[in-house]
């Protein structure tokens, strides 16, 4: 495997594993597995049938709940903390055979382009989840899949497209977040707003029927007659 070859396979998987890792597991083990490509040393383990059916069997859980509005948001959540660090070592397994020096950048940079597009992925599911129907998150999560598998495949067998087109994703995710980092501000402001104004609403409420029963207080009637009462 060429140093361009080891590259697109190295951040391919990071840029893979900050949408869906077990996807991008299970990709990368069948086609080792099934003969089509040759994994470096390091992530032939990738290729064992356990493995795989690992892979396989969360990337089912997460096909169902990344499907579900909110439900997909908090599995997105839980999985920054798994995303990224496996993103940044499988990108440094990619290359630590060529060199130590060569698997720490892998390292720094396969976890932060799993970052980002973990960010992109999961900045954007709470945005579409503020659409009421479910049809969106569906189209999302199958098109996130697609991806997922096409990326890597193109990763494999045609390298020097995919850095191209990870070249544009990049550009295009510097373009984008900041847009949808201002969208999820105004939408949690909205909420916000929304939420606090039911809060007022209900305490004015409270306050408005407090009134009457203190208006018709035996207690407060009678101490307001005795200090109107003229003296005998």
């Not at 299970?26 to 099934?34: P, R």
């Not at 980002?116 to 199958?142: C, D, F, M, Q, Y």
Request: charged residues 10%.
């Amino acid at each position: 495997m060429g140093i361009l070859e080891t590259i697109a396979l190295s951040m391919g998987i990071a840029w893979a594993s900050g949408i869906n890792l077990y996807a991008a597991i299970g990709t990368l083990g069948l086609l080792g597995a099934t003969g089509h490509m040759v994994l470096p040393p390091e992530l032939q383990i990738l290729q064992d049938p356990a493995v795989i059916a690992a892979a396989g069997f969360m990337y089912c859980v997460e096909f169902f709940a990344d499907k579900v509005p909110g439900v997909d948001s908090s599995w997105d959540v839980l999985h920054s903390f798994i995303r990224i660090p496996a993103g940044a070592v499988l990108a440094a397994m990619a290359v630590g055979h060529v060199s130590p020096e060569a698997e720490l950048a892998a390292l720094i940079l396969g976890g932060g382009l799993a970052a980002t597009s973990h960010g992109l992925k999961s900045g954007g599911r709470i945005l579409i989840n503020s659409s009421p129907e479910p049809v969106s998150n569906w189209v999302a999560s199958v098109s996130e899949d697609v991806v997922v598998v096409a990326g890597l495949t193109a990763a494999v067998f045609s390298p020097g497209a995919f850095l191209v087109a990870l070249g544009l994703f990049l550009l295009l995710a510097i373009w984008l977040m900041p847009k949808i980092w201002r969208g999820i501000k105004a939408l949690f402001a909205a909420l916000g707003r929304v939420f606090g104004g039911r809060g007022a609403t209900a305490a004015a409420t409270a306050s408005s029927e407090a009134k009457p029963a203190q208006l018709f207080n035996p207690k407060l009637l009678s101490g307001r007659q005795g200090a109107i009462e003229p003296p005998r």
